[in-house]
């Protein structure tokens, strides 16, 4: 195996060798590429019906999406650049976007979203494919990979985190921020706690929320560039939110991720890695990135820091990222 270590990618080096160029504010709501969104179909799986998306033609690549809660739709329209040289496979884990949702919230787990990967997989009949996990959707990318790494030719983990002790270092990361950069709101909060209200209260999310909004942003100007189809069936799923990560998850890791460490196990991997993370992500931030990385080990894995992102360089730096990530999959 090919031995990797530390890359940085300073502006200078976002030179693109795509296509398609990278997006203006004024097309991101006419871009073509938007058309595929919502024309998908559904393949049954043993906990509901599962929906995707499928474009270009070539090896497999298939996007794991965030939250947890969120469905695939933010990766329109940019992931469409590897469309030229991939099929590019979308889709909603269970309980999210325009798939099924589950009867019993206590099902939600990372392993369960795993499972949602490989029975996608089997339906369409895939043999190898390259996957790639974006924030909260890195960690069933984990869980897949170390349960079916003979199925993959490539793993991008892309500004995620590695287990419930890195999830909750990253709300500690959060919070110290918000405790300094906007200490008017934090005493707000802290009368909250005070009063027993969790973090999953409605009167505890709002004020943080709009506090924090540019905790996933190095240029929160950028943020009118990520796509939100405005449809109910895209809409957040809070119930899964909750069901995997406890009643009070911007204080404390609860519910089964506060168990989930594939860590011990990721050396064993044998699938080139590529680790991806934005110089100010403060959500999953590029300490937890890097404790990813020796996870691995360097002759596994390779890091990739994005010196003038959050945590979307996809967005923010989107030639110097999807030539990176082009690169690496055709390695």
């Known amino acids: 195996m090919k031995s990797f270590g530390l890359i940085i990618i300073a502006a200078v080096a976002a030179v693109a060798h795509f296509s398609t ?85 206590s099902m939600y787990t990372v392993e369960r979203d795993a499972e949602d990967i490989e029975a996608l997989r089997k339906a369409l009949g895939i043999e190898q494919f390259a996957l790639i996990g974006h924030s909260y959707g890195g960690m069933p990318a984990l869980a897949y990979a170390v349960k079916y790494s003979n199925r993959l030719t490539r793993l991008v983990l892309s500004d995620t985190i590695h287990s419930g002790e890195g999830w909750q270092q990253n709300i500690d990361s959060a919070n110290n921020i918000a405790r300094n950069q906007f200490p008017e709101v934090w005493r707000s909060l802290m009368k909250m ?33 990520l796509f939100r189809s405005g449809q109910p069936e895209d809409a957040f799923n809070g119930d899964v939110y909750f069901a995997i990560l406890g009643d009070d998850p911007e204080w404390k890791v609860g519910g089964p991720m506060a168990t989930f460490d594939p860590r011990q196990k990721l050396a064993e991997i044998d699938t080139k890695v590529l680790i991806a993370v934005g110089r100010y992500d403060r959500v999953a931030t590029p300490k937890v990135a890097l404790e990813l990385f020796d996870a691995f080990g360097a002759d596994n894995a390779e890091i990739v820091v994005f010196e003038n992102s959050a945590h979307r360089p996809w967005i923010e730096e989107s030639d110097a990222y999807f030539e990176r990530i082009g690169e690496f999959l055709g390695e």
Do not use: C
């Open 193 to 225: 706690r005070e009063q027993g209200v969790l973090s999953s209260a409605d009167a505890y999310a709002n004020p943080y929320g709009g506090a924090l909004g540019d905790l996933y942003w190095h240029d929160f100007g950028k943020r009118k560039l």
């Open 21 to 105: 160029p990278a997006l203006a504010d004024q097309d991101i709501e006419n871009d073509p590429s938007l058309a595929l969104h919502g024309a998908g179909e559904y393949v049954e799986t043993v906990h509901g019906k599962l929906y995707y998306e499928s474009e270009g033609s070539g090896p497999v690549v298939m996007l794991v999406a965030g939250g947890p809660g969120s469905g695939h739709a933010s990766f329109h329209p940019w992931f469409s650049r590897l469309a030229d040289d991939h099929t590019v496979i979308y889709f909603d884990n269970i309980g999210r976007g325009r798939s099924d949702r589950l009867v019993d919230n």
